[in-house]
């Protein structure tokens, strides 16, 4: 199967969706179904499959942000062409097959961003025939229902013959040259209406062979629609989106020892022969537990929110930099569970001033005292800590995230 053909995919998805349900849930391909967004479901059944290469997807212009999201669960090494769409179906597809002209494709396939149930068997019954020779192909399933045609006022008129009728889906697989100048040739005929690309391809000549459709590939079009297909992905996917999105952070500090009178550690001041040596005031374990942070979330590390080549940071007390990590946290929906930090030190000695260290980590997150943890160990005589030359801190955050609060 595919032999010499390059075949590429373009999903439209640049709809607004009227018919959805409420708009101020955005538009219908970015709404959540088993935890993901539409389009991200859609985008996957094309990127998993090992003939397709290239696929652009038409968007709106406003939905850059919404796609930005939907395609960031894709590995980095998966790409999309992004094109903006135009008013109408038929002038994004175009703008989308334009798109796509650098990549010389033999074979394309267009795609409905709304049908998330396209799977492989599907898509390789359509490349199967264009395999075979077929210009154009159109999956499609054969209507079952009794069909009535009614006058203006709704009476009924007659009961139309089904037999040879289909209902056409998506992907619409095509010879891309042939499609595209049909397509090319389309954009002038104000006075013809086309529905989807087979019926360009018909009115411009092409031969369009029929293959079995499948009946989930439905294409998402009411508010109950994307409500059936939530709980159907929710059920294929064990309820896995129904599962706490907790995610957990760590962070790793070290800072030399030199002559001084006190250390800062976890925001309290200890008194002892030697001082932390850094641009702030050095608290190792505070600035652990900010990296542990800002790692739940993905928001860098402490050094790209407070560089220290910023003099305004110089000696600056580290529970600025926790409270920072705290409000950008719940900021993205999430909720502080846990803190967790070890000490490594050979002196001073942790022991006496834990409950205190625990209290401000309590105040400084606002969770229970129960939830703060403090640690230490010495590292028996060994290396640089062993010395007494530094002190090091390890952290552990645990944060409960709002389902999807920040995707």
Same mark, same amino acid.
């Given at each position: 199967?595919?032999?010499?053909?390059?075949?590429?995919?373009?999903?439209?998805?640049?709809? =607004?969706?009227? =018919?959805?349900?409420?708009?101020?849930?955005?538009?219908? /391909?970015?709404?959540?179904?088993?935890?993901?967004?539409?389009?991200?479901?859609?985008?996957?059944?094309? @990127?998993?499959?090992?003939?397709?290469?290239?696929?652009?997807?038409?968007?709106?212009?406003?939905?850059?942000?919404? *796609?930005?999201?939907?395609?960031?669960?894709?590995?980095?090494?998966?790409? *999309?062409?992004?094109?903006?769409?135009?008013?109408? =179906?038929?002038?994004?597809?175009?703008?989308?097959?334009?798109?796509?002209?650098?990549?010389?494709?033999?074979?394309?396939?267009?795609?409905?961003?709304?049908?998330?149930?396209?799977?492989?068997?599907?898509?390789?019954?359509?490349?199967?025939?264009?395999?075979?020779?077929?210009?154009?192909?159109?999956?499609?399933?054969?209507?079952?229902?009794?069909?009535? =045609?009614?006058?203006?006022?709704?009476?009924?008129?007659?009961?139309?013959?089904?037999?040879?009728? *289909?209902?056409?889906?998506?992907?619409?697989?095509?010879?891309?040259?042939?499609?595209?100048?049909?397509?090319? /040739?389309?954009?002038?005929?104000?006075?013809?209406?086309?529905?989807?690309?087979?019926?360009?391809?018909?009115?411009?000549?092409?031969?369009?062979?029929?293959?079995?459709?499948?009946?989930?590939?439905?294409?998402?079009?009411?508010?109950?629609?994307?409500?059936? @297909?939530?709980?159907?992905?929710?059920?294929?996917?064990?309820?896995?989106?129904?599962?706490?999105?907790?995610?957990?952070?760590?962070?790793?500090?070290?800072?030399?020892?030199?002559?001084?009178?006190?250390?800062?550690?976890?925001?309290?001041?200890?008194?002892?022969?030697?001082?932390?040596?850094?641009?702030?005031?050095?608290?190792?374990?505070?600035?652990?537990?900010?990296?542990?942070?800002?790692?739940?979330?993905? /928001?860098?590390?402490?050094?790209?929110?407070?560089?220290?080549?910023?003099? /305004?940071?110089?000696?600056?007390?580290?529970?600025?930099?926790?409270?920072?990590?705290?409000?950008?946290?719940?900021? #993205?929906?999430?909720?502080?569970?846990?803190?967790?930090?070890?000490?490594?030190?050979?002196?001073?000695?942790?022991?006496?001033?834990?409950?205190?260290?625990?209290?401000?980590?309590?105040?400084? #997150?606002?969770?229970?005292?129960?939830?703060?943890?403090?640690?230490?160990?010495?590292?028996?005589?060994?290396? *640089?800590?062993?010395?007494?030359?530094?002190?090091?801190?390890?952290?552990?955050?645990?944060?409960?995230?709002?389902?999807?609060?920040?995707?």
């Amino acid at each position: 199967m595919g032999g010499n053909m390059k075949i590429g995919a373009l999903i439209v998805a640049a709809g =607004r969706g009227e =018919r959805a349900g409420n708009p101020d849930d955005g538009p219908k /391909q970015y709404r959540l179904v088993g935890g993901s967004p539409v389009l991200t479901w859609t985008l996957d059944a094309f @990127a998993s499959h090992a003939l397709i290469g290239p696929i652009a997807v038409v968007i709106h212009a406003d939905d850059h942000a919404f *796609f930005d999201k939907a395609q960031s669960r894709f590995a980095p090494s998966t790409s *999309f062409i992004t094109v903006d769409g135009g008013k109408e =179906r038929q002038q994004s597809v175009l703008l989308g097959l334009e798109a796509l002209a650098q990549c010389n494709l033999t074979h394309v396939l267009i795609h409905d961003g709304v049908r998330p149930f396209a799977n492989g068997e599907l898509i390789d019954r359509v490349i199967n025939t264009l395999s075979a020779g077929a210009t154009g192909v159109l999956p499609a399933l054969p209507v079952t229902d009794t069909l009535k =045609r009614t006058t203006s006022d709704k009476l009924v008129e007659e009961t139309v013959a089904r037999a040879g009728l *289909f209902s056409a889906q998506t992907p619409q697989g095509f010879a891309y040259g042939a499609i595209r100048d049909a397509h090319r /040739q389309a954009a002038g005929q104000s006075l013809v209406t086309f529905t989807d690309d087979c019926s360009i391809a018909e009115w411009a000549g092409m031969a369009v062979s029929l293959v079995e459709g499948d009946q989930d590939n439905i294409k998402l079009t009411t508010a109950r629609d994307i409500a059936m @297909a939530d709980e159907k992905l929710t059920r294929l996917n064990g309820g896995l989106n129904e599962l706490p999105d907790v995610r957990t952070g760590s962070g790793y500090d070290v800072h030399a020892l030199v002559d001084g009178d006190a250390v800062i550690l976890c925001g309290h001041t200890i008194p002892h022969d030697q001082a932390l040596s850094g641009h702030s005031d050095a608290d190792v374990a505070l600035h652990a537990l900010t990296d542990a942070l800002l790692g739940t979330c993905g /928001q860098g590390d402490i050094g790209d929110h407070f560089p220290p080549s910023d003099p /305004q940071w110089r000696g600056a007390d580290s529970r600025l930099f926790l409270a920072h990590a705290v409000e950008l946290v719940r900021s #993205l929906g999430g909720t502080i569970m846990n803190a967790d930090i070890t000490l490594i030190c050979e002196a001073p000695k942790i022991g006496p001033h834990r409950a205190a260290m625990r209290q401000i980590l309590s105040d400084l #997150l606002a969770i229970d005292l129960q939830r703060c943890s403090v640690k230490a160990t010495t590292n028996e005589k060994i290396g *640089f800590i062993g010395r007494g030359e530094g002190i090091a801190a390890i952290a552990t955050a645990t944060v409960v995230y709002q389902e999807n609060a920040h995707d």
